[in-house]
């Protein structure tokens, strides 16, 4: 993880009848949404074949770039794929493996997970895609570990995301790791999006409604005075009891609302808060730990590299220096 210096190639699949909302995305993240802020990203839209293509949505666009677009690129991105899955070209398939082999980080959103797959890139490793296809997928791939959990999965070079709007989180993902936490949170801002979704795909998935509807609004104040003070030790018992629920009761209601556990779930929150706090005060490591919850500068320390393989320390001078200094009393907001 580094602070790009020079603008970061990245390459966007557009092919006969593609989403348009899929191709925008990455637009919009990459491109668009840098408004009044210096570019750190080129995109450059590419098609297999024709240059004059009809989108799903009823209008047609025109793509400038061949397949020769991703040679440079450090970044290529597959963001759908025909919700029929037809089989994708050999030459296609070629040279996503080229691409990848020569280090290139591949992304696949929504159902361009499945070109990826098709590609044999994804073998032995652990993706996601739409919930409604994972079982598709793994009966197609029987060598790939197809999650349908997790908004995104990020495996070193290679990238898969959920369906829809899960892309955004993904895209907002891969800046957050180019560019650092807070820049991604500015960019979020500017788009007025949530920087960071909580969960996974299981709180989307439809499930019967019980006759008695939860008393969420004890969970939801809850967890929202967590969020606010994430130095606390908070435990299962303690939270359970404020909620009024058993621990069992608790931990499936919440589960079911975020897709993850509630122990998960702090730990990403407090992640979160501790990169803010690398990238905008100049407290230090031991600070940083306490501030976010951590208890003890070792157990950060082994927390944060294990989630971003990087240090607290190189976190910090990687991305702090992109920005200008802050007011330091002012309040954390993630």
């Known amino acids: 993880m580094t602070t790009p210096e020079k603008p970061v190639r990245i390459a966007l699949l557009a092919f006969e009848g593609t989403s348009a909302f899929h191709l925008s995305v990455p637009c919009l993240v990459f491109q668009d949404a840098f408004v009044r802020m210096a570019p750190r990203f080129e995109l450059m839209i590419c098609a297999e074949n024709a240059y004059q293509l009809s989108t799903g949505s009823g209008f047609a666009i025109t793509v400038e770039h061949d397949l020769s677009a991703m040679d440079?690129?450090?970044?290529?991105?597959?963001?759908s794929w025909p919700s029929d899955l037809p089989q994708p070209s050999e030459r296609l398939l070629e040279a996503i493996r080229y691409h990848h082999q020569r280090g290139a980080v591949m992304v696949g959103l929504c159902l361009g997970s499945y070109v990826l797959a098709c590609a044999g890139i994804l073998d032995g490793k652990r993706m996601t895609t739409h919930w409604e296809c994972a079982d598709e997928f793994q009966r197609r791939f029987p060598k790939i570990e197809v999650d349908p959990k997790p908004l995104f999965?990020?495996?070193?070079q290679l990238i898969t995301s959920a369906g829809i709007?899960?892309?955004?989180?993904?895209c907002l993902h891969i800046v957050?790791?180019?560019c650092g936490s807070e820049?991604?949170?500015d960019l979020a801002r500017t788009m007025v999006t949530a920087p960071f979704r909580s969960g996974g795909q299981q709180q989307y998935i439809p499930a019967p409604i019980s006759a008695r509807a939860p008393t969420e609004s004890s969970l939801s104040r809850v967890i929202e005075e967590i969020e606010q003070d994430l130095k606390q030790p908070w435990s299962l018992e303690d939270v359970a009891s404020r909620c009024a629920m058993s621990k069992r009761t608790f931990t499936r209601q919440f589960?079911?609302?975020?897709?993850?556990?509630?122990?998960?779930?702090?730990?990403?929150?407090?992640?979160?808060?501790?990169?803010?706090?690398?990238?905008t005060t100049q407290s230090s490591i031991s600070?940083?730990?306490?501030?976010?919850g951590f208890g003890s500068e070792s157990v950060f320390r082994k927390y944060f590299k294990s989630a971003f393989q990087v240090s607290p320390s190189q976190w910090r001078i990687a991305f702090r220096q992109a920005y200008p200094k802050r007011d330091e009393s002012a309040q954390v907001v993630l």
């Open 72 to 79: 440079n690129a450090e970044i290529i991105i597959i963001p």
């Open 153 to 156: 999965i990020e495996h070193e």
């Open 165 to 170: 709007a899960a892309s955004l989180d993904c």
């Open 176 to 178: 957050r790791r180019y």
């Open 183 to 185: 820049f991604a949170n």
């Open 255 to 279: 589960k079911a609302t975020f897709g993850c556990t509630f122990g998960t779930w702090l730990l990403n929150q407090r992640l979160l808060l501790s990169q803010r706090l690398l990238e």
């Open 287 to 292: 600070q940083v730990a306490e501030l976010s």
